[in-house]
C-alpha cells in the first residue's frame, strides 16, 4: 500500500545480534500495529501504538520492544535474535479511529535468525 | 480472551464455481467487527470484507459475500464465480472495538483450479 513502507523487505542475521525492523507511514495515522505471521499460527500481534511514546504489549510481546518517537515511524527491535523469532513481519496502520473500517498493512519483511 | 477459529486449513475449488469457507469466533461481546483479508502469494495483506455485529444484514463486495449468524459466532466468507487470481490465504479476523485489535484465524488456503 501506497501509505505504508516497511524496510527492509528481507533480513538474514546471526542468532544473538540485534535486528531493528522499520515501518513508517505517510498519513500521520495515531495506530499502529506490528504483527508475526507463522505458519499455522496465522497473524499475532507483537506490540501496537497509540501515538507517539505511547505503546503497548501484545499477544506475543516477549523478546521484542517497540519505540516511536515520531508519528510516522514505528521500529520493532529483536534485542538479541533467536530462531524462534524467524518470520515475516507485518506492520499496520488503521486508517479510522482504532480500526473498525480494518487495517492496512504493509508488505512485510522476511526475517531468518540462523 | 476473544479466539477464531478457521477449521478448514486448504480448500480447492474448480474456476467458476462457487466456494464457502468457514469461520466461527467466541466472544462474549455483543458489539464487535469481523474482517476477511486475503493474502495471495505475493504477501500482501487485502481487506476482502467486513461485517458489523449490530447491523443484521450481510455484507457484499462483488463476488464476495458473508453469511454472519450472531447466534451461532459463525462468520463464513462465499466465493461466486471463482477466478484464478482468488487463489490465496485467506484469514478471518475479529475486533472489539474497545480494545481495536485484530485477532485473526490460521488461515485457510485456497486453490483454483483452471
Known amino acids: 500500500d501506497a501509505g505504508i513502507t516497511q524496510s527492509p523487505r528481507h533480513k538474514v542475521t546471526e542468532t544473538g545480534t540485534p535486528v531493528t525492523l522499520r515501518c513508517h507511514q505517510t498519513e500521520n495515522h495515531r495506530y499502529m500495529y506490528w504483527y508475526r505471521q507463522d505458519p499455522g499460527h496465522g497473524l499475532r500481534l507483537i506490540h501496537y501504538?497509540?501515538?507517539?511514546?505511547?505503546?503497548d504489549k501484545g499477544e506475543v510481546s516477549d523478546g521484542y520492544s517497540v519505540s516511536r518517537s515520531k508519528t510516522e515511524d514505528f521500529l520493532l527491535t529483536l534485542e538479541s535474535a533467536t530462531s524462534s523469532q524467524t518470520s515475516v513481519y507485518f506492520c499496520a496502520i488503521s486508517r479510522q479511529g482504532r480500526g473498525q473500517e480494518g487495517y492496512t498493512f504493509g508488505s512485510g519483511t522476511r526475517l531468518t535468525v540462523v | 480472551a476473544q479466539t477464531v477459529t478457521q477449521s478448514q486449513p486448504e480448500m480447492s475449488v474448480q474456476e467458476a464455481e462457487t466456494v464457502t469457507l468457514s469461520c466461527t469466533y467466541d466472544?462474549?461481546?455483543?458489539?464487535?467487527?469481523l474482517f476477511w483479508y486475503k493474502q495471495p502469494p505475493s504477501r500482501q495483506m487485502i481487506l476482502v470484507i467486513r461485517?458489523?455485529?449490530?447491523?443484521?444484514q450481510n455484507a457484499t463486495e462483488n463476488r464476495f459475500s458473508v453469511n454472519f449468524q450472531k447466534a451461532a459466532k459463525s462468520f463464513s466468507l462465499k466465493i461466486s464465480d471463482s477466478q484464478l487470481g482468488d487463489t490465496a490465504m485467506y484469514f478471518c479476523?475479529?475486533?472489539?472495538?474497545?480494545?481495536?485489535?485484530?485477532?485473526f484465524g490460521k488461515g485457510t488456503k485456497l486453490s483454483v483450479k483452471p
Open positions: 501504538s497509540y501515538g507517539v511514546k505511547d505503546t
Open positions: 466472544t462474549s461481546e455483543n458489539n464487535y467487527y
Open positions: 479476523a475479529f475486533m472489539k472495538p474497545s480494545q481495536g485489535n485484530l485477532i
Open positions: 461485517q458489523e455485529a449490530y447491523k443484521q
